[in-house]
């Protein structure tokens, strides 16, 4: 009896320490992690060791109903947050002065919830890849590609690839640059035309500009509008279309799950780093959100997409920077 006990404890002892090792060898295979150094790998497995406990406690939070929104483990969970890559601030305040929106929306008929994905007016998740701040061309791209399906009727992927080559050049690839000049670029250089991403599709390189204007798709687009605040925001969204929006990624931000994201500690940082797309609104369990669809791949948030807190202290500067095509 005694034994058979002992045999039980040491058992169920050792199981959790395999599966936490298994669990680490899995995140390295995953996230294409390599340490060959067998201190290095120790110090990557505490760290990483710290970020799933994070993430077990808060998640048993939400659980609970204590947090609105849950986290998972990311490819960088094995690196102190405060040496996560920073992102490039994007600018946000050169000149901008705001359109008269009342034009384009029609407010009696603002919708409470809307969802352009349900319209067809939104494609596939696409991934930026590594570090390099183009997450502006991927949502200002995102905003035509819905442009395109209202003005054309067909909801077309363009390619990311066209503007990060013809519009960027090799030496300032990789500084953030506002989604406005992209599509200042698309209708001075290229006459509303991008080429669709399956002719030009991305890649994590840098070559000419392949830009071809026989294949290419005539958006018509002929400028942008810029606004600021959440309310405009439900406006344009609710009876326009998808709206490109620059926010603050914050380390929660970047784990964030399933839920309605709140992070009160990201509007403190004056940092507008990211630039996404949103695609809709709506409510649940008593919270106002926003969905965004992101450039991450479809590995990040919920498939690629997040609900992000509405009407709630401006959650990570949502709404404070807002633009769409005209
Ligand atoms: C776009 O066109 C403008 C003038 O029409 C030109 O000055 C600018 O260099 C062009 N931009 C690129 C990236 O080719
Ligand atoms: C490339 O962009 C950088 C930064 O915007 C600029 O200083 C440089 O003159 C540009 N080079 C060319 C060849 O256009
Ligand atoms: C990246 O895309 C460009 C443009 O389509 C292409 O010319 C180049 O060969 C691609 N590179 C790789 C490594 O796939
Ligand atoms: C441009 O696109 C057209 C139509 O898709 C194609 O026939 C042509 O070969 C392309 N030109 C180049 C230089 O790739």
């Known amino acids: 009896?005694?034994?058979?006990?002992?045999?039980?404890?040491?058992?169920?002892?050792?199981?959790?320490?395999?599966?936490?090792?298994?669990?680490?060898?899995?995140?390295?295979?995953?996230?294409?992690?390599?340490?060959?150094?067998?201190?290095?790998?120790?110090?990557?497995?505490?760290?990483?060791?710290?970020?799933?406990?994070?993430?077990?406690?808060?998640?048993?939070?939400?659980?609970?109903?204590?947090?609105?929104?849950?986290?998972?483990?990311?490819?960088?969970?094995?690196?102190?947050?405060?040496?996560?890559?920073?992102?490039?601030?994007?600018?946000?305040?050169?000149?901008?002065?705001?359109?008269?929106?009342?034009?384009?929306?029609?407010?009696?008929?603002?919708?409470?919830?809307?969802?352009?994905?349900?319209?067809?007016?939104?494609?596939?998740?696409?991934?930026?890849?590594?570090?390099?701040?183009?997450?502006?061309?991927?949502?200002?791209?995102?905003?035509?590609?819905?442009f395109n399906k209202r003005a054309n009727g067909e909801l077309v992927s363009l390619s990311e690839q066209n503007i990060r080559e013809c519009y960027q050049n090799s030496t300032s690839v990789c500084n953030g640059q506002s989604p406005s000049n992209v599509i200042g670029f698309i209708v001075r250089n290229q006459s509303s035309l991008v080429d669709p991403e399956d002719t030009y599709p991305f890649n994590q390189t840098f070559g000419q500009c392949k830009f071809n204007k026989t294949g290419a798709v005539n958006t018509h687009v002929q400028g942008h509008k810029f606004f600021v605040g959440e309310d405009k925001l439900k406006e344009v969204v609710g009876t326009v279309g998808p709206v490109t929006v620059i926010i603050h990624s914050s380390p929660a931000f970047q784990s964030a799950h399933n839920g309605v994201f709140y992070d009160p500690t990201c509007k403190k940082s004056d940092k507008f780093d990211h630039a996404v797309l949103v695609v809709g609104y709506g409510t649940e369990l008593g919270q106002d959100y926003w969905i965004i669809k992101n450039s991450w791949g479809t590995a990040w948030g919920d498939g690629g997409y997040l609900k992000m807190a509405r009407n709630r202290d401006g959650n990570c500067h949502i709404g404070d920077w807002n633009i769409y095509p005209i």
């Open 1 to 146: 009896m005694h034994t058979l006990f002992w045999i039980a404890v040491f058992a169920s002892v050792g199981c959790a320490a395999v599966a936490l090792t298994e669990q680490w060898e899995k995140f390295k295979k995953t996230h294409e992690k390599n340490y060959p150094h067998p201190g290095t790998d120790a110090y990557h497995y505490a760290i990483f060791q710290r970020s799933l406990k994070e993430v077990n406690e808060h998640n048993a939070k939400y659980e609970a109903g204590e947090v609105t929104y849950s986290i998972k483990l990311i490819h960088l969970s094995d690196i102190p947050d405060d040496q996560w890559p920073q992102l490039p601030s994007l600018p946000i305040s050169d000149n901008f002065v705001e359109h008269d929106i009342s034009e384009d929306v029609e407010k009696e008929a603002i919708p409470e919830a809307i969802d352009w994905r349900e319209k067809g007016y939104v494609t596939h998740v696409k991934d930026q890849g590594t570090n390099c701040g183009d997450s502006y061309i991927f949502a200002a791209v995102a905003s035509l590609e819905a």
